[in-house]
Each structure stands twice: as C-alpha cells, then as structure tokens.
C-alpha cells in the first residue's frame, strides 16, 4: 500500500540497513515502547508483550537492507507485524484455554500511583480484557497508539465505518463493564 | 466551502467511536464538530459523559520497556557490537587471566627456593660480609683504606 507524505522514520531504516549502530538505537528507542504498550495492552501480559515486541523488531532488522521506500511507513508497517504477532498469540490462547490467565498490572509499576487511579487501572486493564480481539485492537490502535482512523483502518484492513462501528462497540463494553466493576465494589 | 455535514446524529457518532477529546476526531470532520458542540446542549451532554470514560482509559499505563529487553532488541540489529566489557568471552578470559597471575603467586610463594635465606639467617655472617668485600655493597664500609 502507497502512503501520502515522507516517511519520517525512512532514513533511520536506510542507515539501520547499512549496519549503523546509532540508528539501531535511534529507532530502538524511538518504536519499543510504542510497540511494547501496542502489544502489553492486547495481551495482558508483560512477559508475552516483550517477546512479541523482540519479534517485531528482529523482523525490522532482516527488512532494513532491502526495505522499498515509498511502499508503506514503517510505523504502519510495525504496528502491522505487531498486532497480526498479537493475534496468533490470542488465537493460540483460544485453543489452548488451560494457559495461564494474563497476569495483572505489575504492583511494583503501580505503587506509586493512588490507590484509586491503581483500581481504575486494573479495572481498564480487566475490561479491556474482555473485549473481542479486533475491538481492542480499534480501541488499542485508535485510542493509545494515537493512530488516525485512516492509518488504523488500514491496518486492520476495513473501511473507516467499520473502524467506526468497531470503535463505539467497543467503548460501549467498557463502559458497561467498568460500570459493572463500580457497583461489585 | 461546503464542509462535511454535521448533525446531532453524526456527532453522536463521531463521539461514540472516538470519545471526547476533538484531536482524536477525524480530521475532515473535528472544525465542524467542534462548532457544533457550541451550539448544541445535547452534543455538550454527550460530550461530558464520553470524556468519563476517556479519563478511566486514560489511567490505564503499562510498564515501560525494561532495559534488558532494550539490549535484547539492540543485540540482535545489524551491525551491533556488544561493548567488550560486556560480552561473556571478555568475562572469562577476565576470569582466566586472574586465576593464573593469583595461581603463579601463590606457586611462587611456596616453591621457589629461599635465595637469601642463609644470609638473612644468620645476622652475624651477614655483618662480617659487609667488612670482608663479599658483599656487593661492601666498599662503602671502606672509609679508613690506605691512600
């Protein structure tokens, strides 16, 4: 897919490809925590997160060398390999329900925070949890990765109304089970 | 101009999909949702009850990336090379290099022969040495020699 306008993130590839270590790091530390937060919050789990975001970036580094400019943005692209990581993932879940569940914010992270801020927290992170794998994607791409409804679109490969109709589901969810959350406690 | 059309029904929309904060809104359609907010009560209503659950999403904030998964990523890019001090060979021939300088003082220590011991064994030999020019330093005892 042709993407409008230059890809800011190009030239860091180009130099990546030629084996340049600062712009290893550059990008590194430009997409991980990006592409970390993408996958912690389609997940649930660290431990998953960061080897879906190791992945993604190994996958970067075999691209670099011949990655074809103009074809799409990395970001995109990224995101892209990502959620689809992501997806396997829910879907080997799925088959396999003995798995563990995903484990609950880390306590150490959240220490800091009030205690209701924490609550509230845990309580996103459960009703997110809920939700069906491609609404918490719109959710995810839309609303934390800050993604344009087009860009997300694009990404999930439907057309902006379905982005749309994903969304307001999805945010329906949440509000009914946050509201839920509220009145068990 | 003719903007994008703007009603109740479409901004019930726009906000339900995309919550309350305009930025968020498309882009074709944020200037006129935003002036419709000002003019209508019920768009302002929507507004407040979406921005609710905004803010509860808002709290919800991962962990950051650790930085072990930091030098993991790093590792594996091209052309990436690992500091010396860090990798795991500099560590064991480190460790290689100290255990044979503190194996040859110990060695040292306990089999080489005692040189000097007979000397430094007997003080009174060791004194006369200094008169009879035995001694390497023997001259400077010299002081009352004939012209």
């Known amino acids: 897919m042709k993407h409008p306008g230059p890809d800011p993130d190009e030239d860091l590839l180009i130099r990546v490809g030629r084996g340049e270590p600062a ?4 990008l590194v530390a430009r997409k991980l925590p990006r592409l970390l937060s993408l996958a ?3 997940l649930g789990d660290q431990g998953e997160a960061e080897d879906v975001a190791q992945e993604v970036f190994l996958r970067t580094w075999r691209q670099a060398p011949t990655w074809r400019t103009g074809e799409a943005k990395l970001d995109s692209w990224m995101h892209r390999v990502a959620l689809n990581l992501c997806y396997d993932r829910l879907r080997r879940r799925r088959e396999n329900p003995t798995a563990e569940p995903p484990e609950q914010e880390d306590p150490g992270v959240a220490a800091d925070l009030g205690l209701i801020r924490r609550q509230t927290g845990d309580a996103v992170a459960s009703a997110m949890a809920t939700l069906p794998a491609r609404q918490r994607a719109a ?18 490969e439907v057309s902006i109304e379905a982005m749309e109709s994903l969304l307001s589901r999805a945010r329906r969810a949440l509000r009914l089970a946050l509201a839920d959350e509220a009145v068990q406690e | 101009m ?3 059309v703007m009603d109740q029904d479409r901004f019930d929309r726009l906000v339900e999909a995309y919550g309350a904060a305009p930025w968020r809104w498309p882009e074709g359609e944020r200037d006129a949702a935003t002036r419709f907010v000002q003019e209508s009560p019920a768009a302002a209503e929507k ?10 999403l808002d709290v919800w904030t991962p962990a950051g990336a650790p930085g072990a998964l930091r ?3 790093l590792g594996s890019a091209p052309g990436w090379r690992v500091p010396v001090f860090r990798r795991p060979r500099f560590w064991w021939a480190s460790a290689g290099l100290a255990s044979a300088c503190a194996l040859g003082v110990v060695v040292g220590a306990v089999a080489a022969p ?5 000397r430094e064994a007997d003080p009174v030999s060791a004194l006369a040495s200094q008169f009879d020019g035995s001694a390497p330093f023997g001259g400077a005892f010299d002081v009352g020699a004939a012209p």
């Open chain 2, 71 to 73: 030098e993991r990523v």
């Open chain 2, 47 to 56: 507004l407040a009850r979406a921005r609710m659950l905004d803010e509860a």
């Open chain 2, 114 to 118: 005692p040189l000097t011991a007979s």
């Open chain 1, 23 to 26: 712009a290893a790091r550059a």
């Open chain 2, 2 to 4: 003719d903007g994008p």
């Open chain 1, 40 to 42: 912690r919050r389609m």
């Open chain 1, 139 to 156: 959710i995810v791409l839309c609303y934390y990765q800050e993604l344009s409804n087009i860009e997300a679109a694009a990404l999930m």
